[in-house]
């Protein structure tokens, strides 16, 4: 059984565009506070790192005080890399300012093992060795996980992210920011093979590439003009960006020969992915987990979580932490 911090954990995240605090006990999540600055970010089609960082400022208290619920943490986790460090830092001075006034142990934790322990908010407890898929806005990864905090990047996107690839779609078809969500609905009416859209590196077993996609997106736009049908656009794009993460994500679980397969991210919203993937370990016994809807999207019991296993393991970080726009995954603990 995984341990879990003995105590009240605070998670704070920061790191793109959604200022987020939550409290949780053991893998209980008590309170889960999101204020999401997407409306603001749409008007400029994307995220301006700036404007975010001064929404961070002002909505970080407010949000902080929601989901301590007038309790007192017993330690603090906080997302320190990777993302935009205007926006890290302002979650990171804050929760250096509580752990120095409330005399609590704190710890930066890195957001992608945020995203890969949100399965730990789930009843059943995740099997390990577990292949794990990380697919966001900013990530697109094939993980090892040999049991939580070791973990092995197996394969990759050599250039956008797939969530990337839904956005920067649904912005050519019109359909506002971020695209994930909308591409979904639009896709519910369309019919999946009516354009012909790329699945990229097909010879290479483990990486992914959505450049190409994004670009046959734009030729198909503009050679369709207005009598373009958004509906199975949507589809065409859905089942392509689908089709290319099942193909890696299920090549890595059966070379490998992990007990448990995970789906986590933003892009882990998708139903169409989730239900894929959970048919085909099904097929292959093999334990399926991905988080609750909420929990898929950046959020801070993701990090409260992350942060509370290493806690419970002794870590702690000092006033000196930093925040960082990327850096890989830890190095296993010895
Ligand atoms: O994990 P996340 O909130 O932020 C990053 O760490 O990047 O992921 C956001 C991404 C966006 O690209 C968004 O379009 C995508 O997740 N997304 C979806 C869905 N819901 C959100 N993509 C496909 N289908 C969805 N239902
Ligand atoms: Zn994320």
Redesign the pocket.
Same mark, same amino acid.
């Given at each position: 059984m995984t341990e879990f911090f003995n105590g009240l954990v605070l998670g704070i995240e920061t790191?793109?565009d $959604?200022t987020s605090a939550s409290l949780i006990r053991g893998h209980t999540i008590l309170t889960n506070v999101i204020a999401s600055q997407v409306d603001m970010h749409k008007k400029w089609g994307g995220i301006v790192p700036e404007a975010a960082a001064r929404a961070h400022v002002e909505a970080i208290l407010p949000v902080i005080i929601e989901a301590l619920d007038g309790n007192k943490p017993d330690a603090i986790s906080v997302t320190c890399q990777p993302g935009l460090v205007g926006a890290l830092s302002v979650g990171v001075t804050a929760a250096k300012s509580l752990a120095l006034a409330w005399k609590v142990p704190f710890l930066g934790v890195h957001?992608i093992e945020g995203?890969i322990l949100s399965v730990f908010a789930n009843d059943e407890e995740p099997a390990y060795p577990q292949v794990c898929l990380v %697919?966001? /806005?900013?990530?697109t990864e094939v993980v090892w996980v040999q049991e939580p905090c070791n973990y092995r990047i197996l394969g990759q996107t050599i250039d956008d992210? %797939? @969530? $990337?690839a839904?956005?920067k779609s %649904?912005r050519l078809l019109g359909l506002g920011y971020? /695209?994930?969500?909308a591409? +979904?609905e639009y896709a519910t009416h369309g019919n999946p093979s009516r354009y012909s859209l790329p699945r990229g590196l097909p010879k290479d077993p483990y990486n992914f590439s959505f450049s190409g996609l994004k670009t046959a997106m734009l030729r198909l736009v503009e050679t369709e003009g207005n009598s373009i049908n958004v509906n199975d656009a949507s589809a065409s794009l +859905?089942q392509a960006?689908v089709d290319s993460l099942v193909k890696k994500t299920l090549y890595a679980l059966d070379e490998s020969g992990a007990k448990g397969l995970a789906l986590v @991210? /933003?892009?882990a919203?998708?139903?169409l992915?989730r239900l894929t993937l959970q048919e085909q370990c099904t097929r292959r016994n093999v334990q399926f987990c991905t988080p609750a809807y909420e929990l898929?999207?950046?959020n801070a019991a993701m990090i409260a979580l992350a942060g509370s296993i290493r806690l419970a393991n002794g870590e702690r970080s000092d006033f000196e932490l930093d925040c960082a726009p990327n850096g890989s995954l830890p190095a296993p603990i010895d």
């Open positions: 790191s793109c $959604e957001h995203h %697919a966001s /806005g900013g990530h992210a %797939a @969530g $990337e839904f956005d %649904a971020p /695209g994930g969500k591409i +979904q +859905q960006i @991210g /933003g892009v919203a998708n139903n992915l898929c999207t950046d």
